[in-house]
């Protein structure tokens, strides 16, 4: 297995890398945010153990970026123990969690434990659907009535997550910090001029709207009945 370590804490590093290699692993690291991104978009991993608090991009926002091209297994280092931290990280992709200092043991047996469940394993596909929308999660492809729409990646990724969270009332400042990151710093508006964008691509413009919205709060995409 190669495992990419992001973490900007050089001893921390160096015990890690020790330990693993030891243990049989091809160990690459980078001690930024942007070069572990860059690292985990270019090369294959089969696992990323990933920092939270990072120079350049934090680890958060590295996850949240890399879930919309890779589903490399990741396990979060952090020594931030809250429940909004874990959360924060597990709903964005995460697929461990372990907070600092911790023993080499324990992280072992969390690798492992990844390891049995497969989910290093390239995913073939999944599809959401909605009504007459589909959206193929690993082709990045959306369809409705089985006609192929043609979406910029920022309004793929602004569907996608309200297909992902069908039901749920997104606010626009929840959609911000999904679709263009916590670090954007422009008008809340972009969220209503990519819903018209998004609406118009994939023709919901009657009264029967697939996206609605709420009025004061975001929007939502509902499963009727």
């Known amino acids: 297995m190669r495992i990419l370590i992001v973490e900007d804490e050089a001893e921390i590093v160096r015990f890690l890398k020790l330990e693993l290699e030891h243990e049989g692993y091809e160990i690459i690291s980078a001690?930024?945010?942007?070069?572990?991104?860059?690292?985990?978009?270019?090369?294959?991993?089969?696992?990323?153990l990933l920092d939270v608090?990072?120079?350049e991009l934090n680890g958060i926002e590295v996850l949240r970026r890399l879930r919309r091209e890779k589903h490399t297994?990741?396990?979060m280092l952090t020594a931030r123990d809250t429940i909004v931290?874990?959360?924060t990280g597990l709903d964005t992709g995460a697929n461990d969690y372990i907070t600092k200092p911790f023993h080499?043991?324990?992280?072992?047996?969390?690798?492992?434990?990844?390891?049995?469940?497969?989910?290093?394993?390239?995913?073939?596909?999944?599809?959401?659907?909605?009504?007459?929308?589909?959206?193929?999660?690993?082709?990045?492809?959306?369809?409705r009535s089985g006609e192929t729409i043609s979406l910029t990646k920022t309004q793929y990724d602004l569907l996608e997550y309200l297909m992902r969270n069908r039901n749920v009332v997104l606010t626009r400042e929840q959609i911000l910090n999904k679709v263009w990151g916590y670090d954007y710093l422009g008008d809340s508006n972009v969220v209503d001029v990519y819903i018209r964008y998004v609406r118009t691509k994939i023709g919901d413009t009657n009264?029967?709207?697939?996206?609605?919205t709420v009025r004061g709060v975001g929007y939502v995409i509902r499963e009727k009945a």
């Open 31 to 48: 001690s930024d945010g942007r070069t572990g991104l860059d690292l985990a978009l270019s090369e294959s991993f089969d696992l990323i």
């Open 53 to 55: 608090m990072l120079p």
């Open 73 to 75: 297994p990741v396990i």
């Open 85 to 87: 931290d874990k959360v």
């Open 104 to 143: 080499i043991e324990e992280l072992l047996a969390r690798i492992r434990a990844i390891m049995r469940t497969g989910v290093f394993q390239t995913i073939d596909s999944e599809i959401i659907k909605i009504h007459d929308l589909e959206l193929d999660t690993v082709q990045r492809l959306v369809t």
């Open 207 to 212: 009264d029967d709207k697939i996206i609605e």
